[in-house]
């Protein structure tokens, strides 16, 4: 045995180690996965996440999952609703104009209506809005671009925003 065999039989010995090390990690993870199962989650990830609730598992049927509405998120995407002399008119056709987030769409508009104000939205219509320019003496600028949602409403629903306009 020369000076470079006894280095290779200590590498051999590491690699051993190496491979020994995922084989447990995965029967872990298989572990927690079946620990999960009976508690009735259907997965680790609807474990961990806050939102996602266990619904008791019977025997023989699948885990469902329900999901809390998030009034939060609703508040982040319905800026603020449009007071304006065209808005007003469309409230007589169950229409109402928002200012929305730049990056939602129309079912993200849809759920937060139903999860602030508890309608159920028929339509939703989308304009992309540009900043007017604006002066003030020599100096010019303009406003940012916006976007404004047009929701229509079922007959017979209301927004109590709107009533004393």
């Given at each position: 045995m020369g000076l470079l065999d006894r280095f290779k039989k200590n590498t051999d010995k590491?690699?051993?180690?190496?491979?020994?090390?995922?084989?447990?990690?995965k029967q872990q993870k298989e572990e927690k996965k079946d620990n999960a199962k009976k508690e009735g989650y259907s997965?680790?990830?609807?474990?961990?996440?806050p939102g996602l609730q266990p619904v008791p598992a019977k025997e023989g049927a699948k885990v469902k999952r329900t999901k809390k509405q998030d009034t939060k998120d609703a508040y982040k995407v319905l800026i603020r609703p449009l007071i304006t002399e065209k808005a007003t008119e469309l409230v007589s056709q169950n229409k109402y104009a928002f200012e929305v987030s730049k990056n939602t769409n129309k079912v993200e508009i849809k759920k937060a209506?139903?999860?602030?104000?508890?309608?159920?939205?028929?339509?939703v219509n989308i304009v992309n809005m540009r900043g007017k320019k604006v002066r003030s003496g020599r100096i010019t600028g303009k406003k940012k671009n916006w976007?404004?949602?047009i929701i229509t409403l079922k007959p017979g629903d209301k927004i109590e925003i709107y009533e004393g306009v």
């Open positions: 590491k690699e051993d180690k190496k491979v020994k090390q995922p084989k447990q990690a997965s680790l990830k609807s474990k961990t996440d209506m139903k999860a602030l104000y508890g309608v159920d939205a028929l339509d976007k404004k949602a």
